[in-house]
């Protein structure tokens, strides 16, 4: 209303262009996310304990996904609040992250006890 009152026609036009603009940026957005969500194990983090440091309280699902390059997996009951997601790394540590309405509310990083992350094959002496 406010850019035909103003300009017109060609306001409308100007505006509609830019909310079409912005609406595609998102998109391409999601799409690439899940792109790289799609070619990595569901729940996997490469580092939890650089995960956890880099959580803020508000961020959206989406932004975690972003940063984890891979889906979470769903620790809480399909389609109720809040959503309760987990990311493991290969040493066992997790980062389990609570959603309300899709913000982050609320997470907590799990580390074993030493000596507990230890597989046949982990456990060559080599450092991490």
Known sequence: MAAYSSYGWPGVAIASGLLVMWLLLHFTRLMQVLKRAANRPIGYVDSAVMLNAKLRSGVSLLHVVAMTKALGTLESAKDVQPEVFRWTDETQSHVSCEFHNGKLRKW?????????AETPESGSGQAP
């Open 108 to 116: 907590q990083l799990q580390r074993p006890a030493p000596g507990e």
